[in-house]
């Protein structure tokens, strides 16, 4: 459904459809290029996993999934819930320092996430679209 590589790495991470983040490794040398899968862990409950966004540290991953969750991974360890929403969360995304991750949801919402403790600083809702009134007939 998603890939994203870590910064400065040959590692990238891979969200699958049947709620799976996998851990991959991508090499050349000599013209030949190597895939190998290093780790992978079940998320979001066996549901779709959305997207994934590397932190900087090379170590974590963002994820969102069909069980509206936002979940950080520990590439070395476990899942950690972020977040959870009343609707599916499909996109994602880390700030530059690793400190900040907003999921987008169905409705086009956003949840501004805190990585280091885990709350929700900010919920967007989009105001509701502006009806526009009928021409009046002649």
Same mark, same amino acid.
């Given at each position: 459904?998603?890939l ?20 991959? /490794? ?5 013209g ?6 290093l780790?992978?862990?079940?998320a979001h ?19 969102v999934?069909a069980d509206?969750?936002?979940? %950080?991974?520990?590439? #070395? ?11 599916q969360l499909y ?6 320092d ?7 949801? #169905? /409705?086009?919402? %956003? ?11 900010k ?14 007939a002649?």
């Open positions: 459904r998603d994203s590589f870590f910064p400065n790495s040959s590692k990238f991470i891979a969200a699958h459809s049947d709620g799976r983040l996998s851990l991959w /490794s991508l090499t050349e040398a000599a030949k290029w190597k895939l190998k899968q780790n992978a862990t079940m409950g066996g549901k779709q996993s959305y997207a994934v966004a590397c932190l900087p540290d090379g170590q974590q991953v963002l994820s999934g509206k969750r936002a979940l %950080l991974w520990d590439i #070395r360890g476990p899942i950690k819930e972020l977040a959870s929403d009343t609707d996109a994602v995304a880390v700030s530059p690793g400190k900040i991750g907003v999921a987008g949801g #169905r /409705s086009g919402h %956003l949840l501004v996430l805190s990585i280091r403790d885990g709350s929700v600083i919920k967007f809702v989009p105001p509701a679209p502006k009806l526009e009134e009928p021409a009046p002649n």
